[in-house]
């Protein structure tokens, strides 16, 4: 008869390890994609600095009032475009480490994930990019919320 190390230890069930392993790959994707994301709006943040210096020498008188507060929106759609990927990476890092501890079967796990879900999914509403945006958002929040239902079916095993 064969005795394994794992013999005493608590068996992770097969929904928990999909649950997990699906968190692992979608949270590593949300990070490469969040922090490119944030590359490209920092380069169009750029090239819309460069823009706006080169209206205002081609039109010394100034700008428009619709011009300005164009600007005006714009400024604020990028400071609401760092603040959602900042979120978006900041959930997905707690959305992998809860995954972690409950992969090792850890409860605290369950909480740490579901904050970082919460994070990414409240923030958008707070800091809107665009007006009328919050429609996707609410479709976005599907998934996250069939994760943590799904997760939370597994608490009996967690410690």
Do not use: D
């Amino acid at each position: 008869m064969e005795q394994t190390a794992n013999a005493g230890a608590p068996q992770r069930p097969g929904f928990l390890k999909v649950l997990c392993i699906l968190t692992f790959i979608g949270s590593g994707i949300a990070i490469v994609m969040s922090v490119l994301a944030y590359l490209a709006v920092a380069a169009l943040h750029k090239i819309g600095a460069g823009l706006s210096n080169a209206a205002m020498e081609m039109n010394p008188e100034g700008v428009t009032a619709e011009g300005q507060q164009a600007m005006e929106q714009m400024g604020n759609a990028m400071t609401n475009a760092y603040i959602n990927l900042g979120a978006g990476i900041l959930g997905a890092i707690l959305c992998l480490v809860g995954a972690i501890m409950m992969w090792k079967l850890k409860k605290t796990g369950f909480y740490v994930y579901v904050f970082g879900q919460v994070v990414a999914m409240a923030v958008p509403f707070i800091f809107p990019i665009a007006e009328g945006a919050g429609g996707m958002g609410v479709i976005g929040m599907i998934l996250p919320i069939a994760f943590i239902v799904m997760y939370g079916l597994n608490l009996k095993h967690l410690k």
